[in-house]
């Protein structure tokens, strides 16, 4: 049987790389997995300092098991061209910064210690996507996923590939192919055995067949009472496949959902229904260590879309993401939109060599997943390249003949070789270009962008982003266009049953190139800031879900007279799923339910309150009384929330609040940390720049500096468990709010497996 087991501890990291030194232990800095090969600053950096070679060195001591077993490393992912050297012979060379790839180690290990040596290119490798142009992310050098020892008898399972059938039938069918691996080449013979396994490990079918030293495939059929895939009710079944050989027995499982996904002429359909999608891009980065981020960061970003934000899908922009990120999609019910890597370049035979490679890698990893429902097959934003897009779309195509293609693009009249039309429609804000002659237009007929006579599916891919960059502490005023541009992309896809959804640009600002974002190495186009704190716009997608699941209601506004141009809140938005929006202000009270004029097919619009409901003697001339406000949200007429923004807010609290309060020592395990400034009614102060400081005790690290300035009232940073289990006090203090305590711990748990 198989063991696999976490690598991820006792590196020893060093800049720079000399091949003749591969076989050597160098000095340098003790580090664990995931890393960052060079830990930057929030903004105002140089990217180029980890473009180059860096060193990642561990002695692994031999093991009498080693001499009659398959020894191989399994990297989940390093970036970007990474090389393994054993005792200093080359053993495997990776150029794809998103794949797993696996370094056999089998023949060449020696009785005593043994140096494994991985070399990290983080240059910008022409021959390798997405590089070869400019790029509008940043690839962060480093062994930046997990790495596992993998051990197993000479004969064992490769990979497993589930197929779902019937599954809207009462009858369902499961397909299994079992492709194994025998590295050796020796013949054998034997049984593979898949176990069909409900949510608590029962067993509720089986099926056997034999093998020669050929890959398997079984199938069980009249399956009864199995529930379906959906994102309200996520059910996960397990296929367990058992090998057993006269040259080593082998266990392999994998989780999947029964689950029919379809992009029509008329829209998405989940299990048969009209689902219409919403969701945002999401790229894998973090402040100061970029891509190096374990699994609960992973886990806790798509539970932010998911819960926070209550989209219903995730493109994972521009690369395959984190197995750990996908995995929690599939437990939680978010759809994902997964894809190869690249940004707009394609470049020559070679280069586009490895991207066809990515798309076998994509896709033999994580064809399992139910939470994926479309393959990305383009290069995002490339032009047309037809042999090329011929060859991605029939390799998808003959992998995974149960999901649909997809390739986005931002130029119209492209080549349509997929299945679906996957369109950057940015044309909103173009109104403001010169020379501009049409007047502000939301989102274009889907055939003006394909150019075809007919409809096909359409999936709007992105939308904001660089037409209208917004920070967390900009202009009240900015900040409401913001909010109304997404209203408004939304409530058009909402509005055509030939679209199926809109997917915006994107979940949170990131660290960018210098041909990119604001000059800081930052682009603003989130909706929420780095450290995953929302911005106004993030409650345009919060409000959408229903007040079953979350009762909404935020306003528009930091409640003072003079920080719009001109003076005033109006027009205020209120960002809402409630019937009805009451606003106390003084003596006044008004009661003002959803602007179904404006946005009529959202399902919850917005309350816009404005000189229809205010006079400008009651609410905004200059000069007057400012006073207090009071909020409320009905549904069916009662008074479901409340909201107090005061007219003279002043600091007044420190507030420390935690993602987890419980880290595992036994693993590289984080916890984000927000800090917030607060008034008196307990509102955010937008403008509040003070500094606070941060003081850690106790087994964790802290990720980043220990002096931080509050953007927009708030800041972040994340801590890294550090070995040991014991108690953890994190001390914030600011000069004018004095200091905040908060005990967290850590436990010695197991490592996490793979």
């Not at 091949?19 to 090969?37: E, R």
Request: net charge negative; charged share 25%.
């Amino acid at each position: 049987m198989r063991s696999v087991t976490s690598f991820n501890d006792s590196w020893v990291f060093s800049e720079g790389f000399i091949a003749a030194d591969a076989g050597k232990l160098q000095s340098g800095q003790a580090v664990s997995l995931p890393h960052n090969a060079v830990e930057l600053p929030f903004n105002y950096f140089d990217e180029t300092c980890y473009q180059r070679a860096f060193t990642y060195q561990k002695v692994l001591a031999w093991r009498p098991e080693f001499a009659v077993r398959e020894v191989s490393l399994v990297f989940d992912a390093a970036m970007a061209d990474a090389v393994v050297y054993l005792n200093g012979e080359k053993i495997v060379a990776h150029r794809d910064g998103y794949t797993p790839f696996e370094a056999r180690l089998t023949g060449r290990l020696r009785e005593g210690d043994n140096l494994i040596t991985v070399k990290i290119d983080g240059s910008e490798n022409p021959e390798i996507p997405p590089f070869g142009g400019r790029i509008d992310y940043l690839t962060y050098a480093g062994i930046y996923r997990d790495v596992w020892l993998k051990t197993s008898d000479a004969v064992s399972i490769a990979n497993i590939k589930i197929e779902t059938r019937d599954v809207l039938s009462d009858l369902k069918s499961v397909a299994v192919r079992c492709d194994l691996v025998n590295p050796q080449g020796l013949a054998f013979s034997g049984t593979v055995t898949a176990l069909l396994r409900g949510a608590n490990g029962e067993l509720l079918a089986e099926a056997v067949a034999e093998t020669h030293g050929e890959d398997v495939a079984l199938e069980m059929t009249g399956l009864k009472g199995l529930s379906l895939w959906e994102i309200d009710d996520p059910v996960l079944y397990q296929v367990e496949v058992q090998l057993r050989t006269d040259q080593g027995n082998d266990r392999h499982s994998s989780h999947f959902g029964f689950r029919a996904a379809e992009f029509t002429v008329d829209g998405f359909r989940l299990n048969g229904r009209p689902l219409k999608i919403r969701g945002l891009n999401r790229h894998q980065s973090f402040p100061y260590v970029g891509y190096a981020m374990g699994r609960p960061a992973q886990e806790r970003d798509a539970e932010i879309l998911k819960h926070k934000l209550h989209c219903n899908l995730v493109r994972t922009s521009h690369y395959p993401q984190s197995k750990w990120f996908l995995d929690h999609c599939d437990r939680i019910g978010l759809l994902v939109f997964e894809e190869i890597p690249g940004w707009q370049h394609i470049g020559g035979e070679e280069w586009k060599q490895e991207a066809i490679l990515n798309v076998r890698r994509m896709i033999e990893r994580d064809w399992n997943h139910p939470s994926i429902i479309i393959w990305g097959v383009r290069i995002n934003e490339s032009q047309d390249s037809h042999d090329f897009y011929v060859e991605t779309n029939r390799l998808a195509r003959e992998l995974d003949p149960t999901r649909q293609t997809g390739g986005v693009r931002y130029i119209t009249d492209s080549e349509f070789l997929e299945d679906v039309y996957t369109m950057n429609d940015f044309i909103l804000g173009n109104e403001e270009l010169p020379g501009a002659n049409r007047p502000r237009t939301t989102l274009r007929p889907q055939q003006e962008c394909t150019g075809l006579p007919r409809n096909v599916p359409y999936l709007i891919t992105e939308f904001g982003g660089h037409m209208y960059p917004t920070k967390i502490y900009d202009q009240e005023q900015r900040q409401a266009e913001h909010v109304r541009r997404h209203l408004e992309v939304l409530n058009a896809a909402h509005g055509d049953p030939s679209i199926s959804g809109c997917i915006g640009w994107c979940m949170f600002d990131y660290n960018t190139h210098k041909d990119f974002g604001s000059g800081d190495r930052i682009c603003y186009h989130g909706v929420m800031d780095m450290f995953r704190e929302p911005k106004f716009a993030a409650y345009v997608y919060a409000s959408q879900c229903d007040p079953s699941e979350e009762v909404v209601m935020k306003p528009v506004t930091f409640w003072a007279r003079g920080e719009r141009n001109i003076g005033g809140v109006l027009p205020l938005i209120v960002l809402t799923n409630c019937d009805e929006v009451e606003l106390k202000y003084g003596s006044l009270t008004k009661r003002v339910g959803p602007d179904r004029e404006n946005f009529p097919h959202l399902p919850h619009p917005p309350v816009v309150i404005d000189h229809r409901h205010f006079t400008k003697d009651e609410l905004g001339v200059w000069g007057m009384k400012w006073e207090s406000a009071e909020f409320t949200g009905f549904i069916a007429g009662k008074a479901v929330t409340s909201l107090r923004m005061v007219a003279d807010p002043v600091p007044t609290t420190l507030e420390i609040t935690a993602d987890s309060k419980t880290l595992s020592a036994g693993d590289r395990d984080s916890v984000r940390v927000i800090v917030r400034a607060l008034d008196q009614a307990g509102n955010i102060l937008p403008f509040l720049n003070d500094a606070v400081d941060i003081a850690v005790e106790g087994p964790a690290r802290l990720i980043g500096p220990a002096r931080l300035v509050f953007q927009g009232g708030t800041t972040g940073f994340w801590l890294e468990s550090a070995g040991d289990a014991g108690d953890i006090l994190v001390t914030v203090t600011s000069s004018r709010l004095g200091a905040v305590r908060l005990e967290l711990s850590t436990t010695a748990e197991g490592a996490a497996s793979a």
